[in-house]
């Protein structure tokens, strides 16, 4: 048995256990944490390529391939070189950005070889993938603030003493007009347009620089001078990185092969990806206290694809907790805590973990609100066709307006929360549902987490302040 399968074996015993102890879940905690340093070199070239791809949208031309390239760098006597290119076109970094450099950690314990490449020369074009506008170009000190920024907080996902860093100044600062126009004659117009974003904008009149259709050219010639076995990237980044096949091909090289990786859903639960412009993301920068508060606040669906992006358990161990979610042997609160205890414990180690759940059970899970004395109540029969956002600031004073009480929801600062026998359920409200009726809202968010206005008692939370509803 190899060595992760050896830990899976412990973690799976752990996963059958109370998942409401303490005891359990620390156990649990320091078993899955310890493979972010687990040497994987022991796989086999399929194995490591299987578990590469259970964390992917897609691997071109395929799985196989991959296996393939493994076992052939293998026999050659060293390991697939891989890249990540970064754009450091922002100094905040959240945990959808953590998604590529854990599984790129994954490729480096299995003994291959990482390069991080920083786009000091294609951050000042600006990457127009999803754009609906020109990105603004960046200078040489945003650059470097921004990577420096970068580095400290994906620190805790990544060993970069293990890695090489490259700047694509260094190639392309110097390619002359005459190679570039050699190398255009060689590549289709339509497959640099046929880019959904690029029609997108040009039917709607909207700019499109040359600098930026020739990024992907740009983006492909980094791959041809790093002789990549292996490129990662975003799921909305696939055409990007298959213009460096094309590159390669025509440079005479063996051509890369394509990992994706998907965009991470928000918090809110809207289906947005998660993102600092929509207020729906998780900052590494934040406390281990909050990093908790913001994993407990999700929705349950969004527990599997959370724990698949950001811990090191396996398909095995997610299907074995969903099992117990489905037959009810594993309440879904005391699964989201162990989700934020992984999380609280990649950024800032198993005690701070630890601490910010017994920080958050004492302040929300044991504590009832039938506790904290008398508490401001609302009719739902008289107000209930009135919006959130209404009745937070005109019916209970909470908020001085209802664009104010909206914008706490866009923090996530606004929650339905149910409190009965068993404990609490509780639902962040999102900035649409502020404006929608309070009876409305609040129905389909019982719907969601299967409970009826009679399975206990509803609260209206917005930041610290709490309102009992009645009559719904």
């Known amino acids: 048995m190899t060595r992760l399968g050896e830990s899976v074996a412990r973690a799976s015993a752990l996963l059958t256990a109370d998942l409401s102890s303490d005891t359990t879940v620390e156990k649990l905690l320091e078993e899955t944490g310890s493979r ?5 070199t022991d796989l086999s070239a399929k194995e490591q390529a299987e578990l590469i791809a259970a964390r992917t949208v897609e691997i071109l031309p395929g799985v196989d391939k991959l296996a393939e390239r493994i076992e052939e760098r293998r026999t050659a006597g060293r390991g697939l070189r891989l890249k990540l290119g970064i754009d450091p076109t922002a100094a905040d970094v959240h945990l959808g950005h953590a998604v590529p450099v854990i599984i790129l950690s994954r490729f480096q314990r299995m003994g ?6 920083i786009g000091d020369f294609t951050a000042k074009i600006g990457d127009p993938t999803g754009r609906t506008a020109e990105r603004p170009p960046l200078t040489d000190e945003d650059i470097a603030r921004n990577l420096a920024g970068y580095r400290e907080q994906v620190r805790p996902f990544f060993d970069f003493e293990k890695v090489s860093f490259r700047q694509n100044s260094e190639w392309l600062a110097p390619y002359t007009f005459p190679e570039l126009l050699g190398l255009l004659a060689q590549v289709p117009a339509s497959q640099l347009l046929q880019r959904d974003d690029f029609r997108n904008r040009l039917a709607e009149g909207s700019g499109l620089t040359m600098s930026e259709l020739l990024y992907p050219i740009a983006q492909g010639l980094d791959s041809v001078a790093l002789e990549c076995d292996v490129e990662l990237g975003g799921a909305d980044q696939l055409l990007n990185l298959q213009m460096g096949r094309k590159l390669m ?24 990806k998660m993102s600092k412009s929509k207020g729906n993301y998780i900052p590494l920068s934040a406390t281990a206290e909050d990093v908790f508060g ?30 117990r979610l489905e037959d009810r042997s594993l309440h879904p609160m005391d699964l989201k805590k162990v989700l934020g205890g992984e999380v609280v414990a990649a950024l800032y ?3 701070a973990a630890m601490a910010a759940r017994a920080g958050f059970v004492a302040q ?3 504590k009832s609100f039938t506790d904290v004395g008398t508490l401001p109540e609302v009719d739902a029969a008289k107000h209930g066709a009135e919006s959130v956002a209404t009745v937070l600031s005109k019916v209970l004073g909470f908020q001085p307006s209802a664009s104010a009480a909206r914008r706490v929801a866009k923090q996530n600062g606004l929650r339905l929360v149910v409190e009965t026998e068993g404990g609490q359920e509780s639902a962040v409200l ?5 404006v929608r009726p309070l009876a409305e809202v609040a129905a389909e968010v019982l719907a969601g987490v299967g409970l009826t ?14 309102a009992r509803l009645r009559g719904l």
């Open 249 to 272: 091909e025509l440079r005479g090289q063996k051509p890369q092969l394509v990992v994706t990786m998907p965009l991470i859903e928000g918090t809110d639960g809207t289906g947005a």
């Open 349 to 351: 180690g198993l005690t």
């Open 36 to 40: 972010r340093y687990l040497d994987l």
């Open 364 to 366: 929300f899970s044991k």
């Open 430 to 434: 999102t900035e649409a549902q502020a």
């Open 294 to 323: 913001k994993i407990m606040s999700i929705p349950d669906r969004l527990m599997a694809p959370y724990l698949r992006a950001w811990t090191e358990w396996t398909d095995s161990e997610i299907d074995l907790v969903k099992g």
């Open 112 to 117: 291959h070889d990482v390069t991080l490449l």
């Open 453 to 466: 206005a009679d399975s206990g008692s509803v609260y209206l939370k917005a930041g610290r302040k709490i």
